[in-house]
């Protein structure tokens, strides 16, 4: 069955240091998503990417946090200067056409822990 | 805006007990219901999902009814096996913001043998 995979699974940084987390979504999927949770908190949104450009974002994707689809296969956030309070699991998802663009496929999510 | 709301956890059960985790949403218009399950190192993987008022979702012997008029979607299933044990979340989709879901906290399931 395909899967979406990230990578690194678990990252450690020091705060103020950027961060990439990557994600290879299924090959055929159209609309790709960064989703996080905070430990004991609920996972949340923070953004949509469709046809090269962020559909929709959070409040809480601000100035630090990009996204980009560099190569047709890869689909990275990246985090500026990470702060403390941005340690969470941040999950990657990927869903196909209109029909099926409500049903995600995740990946097994990329820990971040910033020191 | 939307939320999702699902009965406090965790849920330690018996091999082959009943199982039932609440799951009452807010939202306008008519969203879309969705669970998702967690098994341990694993993403979230789709369980079932309902798209409209009355529907009834399925999938490995797991049910939850879209019910439009107490605003709830809870999961059921009659027995449960240990191979069950994950987290679930129930989450929603409303509005046209193509995979914004919302949603709930997660509810933790052990199943013993």
């Known amino acids: 069955e395909p899967e979406v995979t990230q990578t690194p699974s678990h990252q450690v940084t020091q705060m103020g240091q950027e961060v990439i987390l990557r994600c290879v979504p299924i090959?055929?999927?159209?609309?790709f998503y960064w989703y996080r949770q905070i430990l004991g908190q609920k996972v949340e949104f923070l953004v949509s990417f469709y046809n090269n450009e962020i559909s929709e974002k959070s409040e809480i994707f601000d100035d630090q946090f990009s996204v980009e689809r560099p190569d047709g296969s890869n689909f990275t956030l990246k985090i500026r200067s990470t702060k403390l309070e941005d340690s969470a699991m941040y999950f990657c998802?990927?869903?196909?056409?209109?029909?099926?663009?409500?049903?995600?496929?995740f990946g097994a999510g990329s820990r971040l822990t910033v020191l | 805006g939307d939320s999702v709301t699902q009965m406090e956890g965790p849920v330690t059960l018996s091999e082959e007990a009943f199982l039932t985790i609440n799951c009452t949403y807010t939202?306008?218009?008519?969203?879309?219901l969705f669970w998702y399950v967690q098994y341990p190192g694993e993403g979230l993987q789709l369980l079932l999902k309902?798209?409209?008022?009355?529907d009834k979702g399925s999938n490995k012997g797991f049910e939850a009814t879209y019910r439009k008029e107490t605003t709830s979607f809870h999961l059921e299933k009659g027995s449960v096996q240990v191979s069950d044990s994950a987290v679930y979340f129930c989450a929603l989709a409303g509005g046209t913001s193509y995979g914004k879901l919302t949603f709930g906290q997660g509810t933790i399931l052990t199943v013993h043998p």
């Open positions: 309902a798209t409209k008022a009355d």
């Open positions: 090959s055929n999927h159209l609309y």
């Open positions: 998802a990927s869903s196909g056409d209109n029909s099926r663009a409500n049903v995600l496929t």
């Open positions: 939202a306008t218009g008519y969203p879309s």
